[in-house]
Structure formats: structure tokens, C-alpha cells
């Protein structure tokens, strides 16, 4: 039924996977030129799917199908990705919105459609998340475009430099009135669905999440010469935070805690360490917990830096709340899965989503695909084509019965 439209899905994230900033693997880091590449592309089937284009202040790429009436159903998630990453993570939701809008072949429903695909969920440039679904929800936070990027580019240089208005991104958004809710289609990135042998399931909240940049400071020195005793290595701080991370998270039930990045300076091997810096994801369903936990972190980063005799920084460059999703848009998804026949999963979600933000704006619900041994940030990211055909159904069903919503009968 829906074997060619998710035929083309596949194609598509085949596709865009060969757009990357690396060589090797795929990597789309915001406002990057394969960032570019790949909108100009996806702009171009969503033309052919009968919509109309726009890029935000931040340079996400909305589509839009025009319907009868005020209201507006918004559809999407994000292209950009992390390093070596799979083909899709984000990239698949706006693929099978894409794929669903095409269906209607120009049939006019009583809302409009947008298609929302943001510009940076992942966070890999500037170390925090939803830059572009902050955006368009309208909750951007100008105090972000002092952030730097490795090479000390800062967001408002690299919005301005993609082509964006840095200037416009806090009064960027989407206008709230008349927003029908927001749903997002999503790989699982986790096991439950294929241990459970289901295709699709509902997502119930979004886990609450902190990312921190921290460092510690000591002396650079001659490894030859400077004699162990007194050393101020840098390296060797950094060494016992992150396994005090990993401890910490270990202890405390469902606590997940990542330092996921590493620099070392000057960064060579006869240099004792003069600098390192790391980064931390912490995160957990309940945000009180969330907060002891990094609190207790960032407790320990200055008991390590002054045992050691070193300096330390402690930058909270993000912190997003635990968001539970409508239950009313939500049940439609329920009921769409229920008239194609398939049992209803619900699970929570570990991986923020840009659902998550678009909370502040509308509705959110987000339906997840099994993805295999849910492996993800990786390219070994897998899904089926049989199974986008069943979430491309869901979502066609999930369409009508918004409509129907709209116009009881
Ligand atoms: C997004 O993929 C995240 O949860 O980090
Ligand atoms: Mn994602
Ligand atoms: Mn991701």
C-alpha cells in the first residue's frame, strides 16, 4: 500500500547520506556547506510534493501545503547529524512527512501542512541542542550566539555566514495561533520495538537532559624533567572526573551520563597536559534528580581541580526539562495504529527530540520506528523499508483523523 512512497523514503536517506563535511562517514554539523547542499535538495522534493519553501532566520527549511482554513499541522525533525553518524536519525522523519504530504496529491484538506525540517537538533558545532526547532518554536535565547565553536566561530557569525538573520532569531518562530500540534516520526535509537517484534510505537515523554563543558587547568611542562611528585597535569583531572561520571551514573537508577569529547592542550606526547577540556550529557526522566546529579558533578570537578592543584571552568551550555507528549495528539496516533491493526507500544524516550521544544509551542507526539539492535549514532543505523510503510501509514491515518477532528461529522 505504501511500498513506493516508502521506497522513496529509503532512496532519499540513501541519498542524503552521501552528503557529508567528512570523507569518510556522515557528518552535517549546522551551517555547514553539506548542510546547504542537502537543503537545496530536500527544498526540491518538497516542491514536487506540491509545497512552497522557506528557510527561518536560522536557516531551517519549511514547506509548506496549503489548505482550506486558518490552521496549520506541522510535520518534521532535523538533517543535521552527529559525526560518523547513520543515514537516519532525524533524517527519516521529514523523508516520510515528505512522502506523506505527496500522497495527498494536491487534495485539499481543511488545515495546511508545514514541514519542518530544522537545521540543528544534534548540537554537534556549538555543544547544545535544538538551535533550530528553538527558533522556530520562538524560544531562542540570544544569550546562545556568543557560543564559539571549535575554531572560535560564533553562532552569530555562522548563522550569518548560512545565509540567516542572527538578528531575527528571537522573533523568528511560527505564529502560535492556530497550530494544530506537531508530530515527529523518529527512529528509536533503542531496543524496545524490536524486542517486543513491532514495527512502530508511541512515545509517552522525552527524558530531561543537561550538557556541560567543563575544563581543568594545570601546568604544561617537559615530560622528561618535571618529576611526578607536584606535577599539575591537566590530563590526569580530566582522567578522574570522567570516571567519576561514569560512577556517578552507574549508581543512580536510570541516570545516563556521556563525556563524549576530549581535548587535550598543548596536545602532544612529550608535553604534560597545560589544559583539557570535556564535554558532559547528563540525563534523566525526573529533573530533580537531573539537577542533584550535575550539581553533585560540578561539586566534584572542583574537589578533583583542587586536589590536584589545578584550576577549573564549569559551563552549563544547555538544560532542557523532562517533556511528556499530548495526550490528545498522541491518542490520534494511538488510533491510527489501532485501525491498521498494530498493537500499541508506549515507551519513553531516552534521545531528546525536537518534539521536545516544539512542546513550548504546540502539541507535541512522536512516533518511533524500530530501528535494528536499536543501534544509532553510528553508521550501522538501520531501519526497514517494510517498516517505513507502516509509519508512513500511521501518519496518513494520523492526517485524516486530525481533518476529522476538524470537521466532525
Ligand atoms: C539527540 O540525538 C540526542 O538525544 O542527543
Ligand atoms: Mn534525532
Ligand atoms: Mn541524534
Known amino acids: ?45 518538497m516542491h514536487s510534493a506540491g509545497m512552497t519553501t522557506k528557510y527561518d532566520a536560522i536557516g531551517n527549511l519549511i514547506g509548506r501545503y496549503e489548505g482550506e482554513g486558518e490552521e496549520t499541522l506541522i510535520l518534521g525533525s532535523h538533517l543535521d547529524t552527529v559525526r560518523d553518524a547513520g543515514k537516519y536519525d532525524g533524517i527519516l522523519g521529514v523523508m516520510v512527512a515528505i512522502a506523506c504530504v505527496e500522497k495527498l496529491v494536491g487534495g485539499r484538506l481543511p ?10 537538533e544534534e548540537g554537534l558545532r556549538f555543544g547544545t541542542t535544538y538551535l533550530g526547532s528553538s527558533v522556530y518554536a520562538g524560544v531562542f ?18 548563522v550569518r555566514d548560512f545565509g540567516g538573520n542572527p538578528d531575527a532569531m528571537v522573533d523568528g518562530g511560527i505564529k502560535a495561533d492556530g497550530l494544530l500540534g506537531y508530530c515527529e516520526v523518529h527512529i528509536e535509537q533503542g531496543p524496545v520495538l524490536e524486542n517486543r517484534d513491532l514495527p512502530v510505537g508511541v512515545v509517552t515523554g522525552i527524558q530531561s537532559q543537561s550538557r556541560v563543558q567543563a575544563s581543568f587547568t594545570g601546568v604544561a611542562g617537559h615530560a622528561g624533567t618535571v618529576p611526578m611528585e607536584g606535577r599539575k597535569d591537566a590530563l590526569c583531572a580530566t582522567a578522574e572526573f570522567i570516571l ?52 553533585h558533578l560540578e561539586a566534584r570537578a572542583a574537589d578533583i581541580a583542587a586536589a590536584r592543584n589545578c584550576g577549573h571552568s564549569w559551563e552549563v551550555r544547555q538544560e532542557n526539562i523532562a517533556v511528556p507528549m499530548d495526550e490528545r495528539l498522541t ?27 516544539m512542546a513550548v509551542l504546540t502539541a507535541p507526539a512522536v512516533l518511533f520506528v524500530r530501528c535494528e539492535d536499536g543501534i544509532s549514532h ?9 517498516d517505513v510503510a507502516v509509519a ?18
Not at 551514573?249 to 541516570?255: G, L, M, R, S, V
Not at 553510528?378 to 517494510?386: F, H, K, Q
Not at 508512513?392 to 491515518?397: E, G, K, S
Request: proline fraction near 4%; hydrophobic fraction near 40%.
Open 111 to 120: 488545515f495546511s501542512i508545514e514541514v519542518a525540517a530544522f537545521a540543528d
Open 378 to 386: 553510528n553508521p550501522a543505523e538501520s531501519v526497514t523499508e517494510g
Open 392 to 409: 508512513i501509514d500511521v501518519i496518513d491515518r494520523f492526517i485524516e483523523l486530525v481533518a476529522e477532528m476538524r470537521n466532525p461529522t
Open 244 to 295: 567519576e561520571v561514569e560512577r556517578m551514573a552507574k549508581d543512580e537508577p536510570d541516570a545516563v551520563a556521556t563525556v563524549g569529547e576530549m581535548k587535550a592542550l598543548p596536545g602532544a606526547s612529550n608535553v604534560i597536559s597545560g589544559e583539557a577540556r570535556v564535554s558532559l550529557d547528563l540525563r534523566h526522566p525526573d529533573d530533580e534528580v537531573r539537577e542533584r546529579l550535575r550539581d
Open 331 to 357: 491518542g490520534l496516533l494511538v488510533k491510527a495504529m489501532e485501525s491498521s491493526g498494530l498493537p500499541v507500544c508506549r515507551i519513553p524516550s531516552g534521545a531528546g527530540h525536537d518534539a521536545a521544544q
Open 141 to 158: 535565547d540570544d544569550e546562545r550566539l556568543k557560543l564559539e565553536d571549535r575554531d572560535g566561530v560564533s553562532l552569530a557569525r555562522a
Open 1 to 45: 500500500m505504501n511500498d513506493a512512497a516508502a521506497k522513496t523514503v529509503m532512496e532519499r536517506c540513501e541519498f542524503l547520506s552521501s552528503i557529508s563535511e567528512d570523507e569518510e562517514g556522515i557528518c552535517r554539523p549546522y551551517g555547514c556547506e553539506s548542510m546547504r547542499e542537502v537543503n537545496g535538495v530536500v527544498s526540491g522534493w
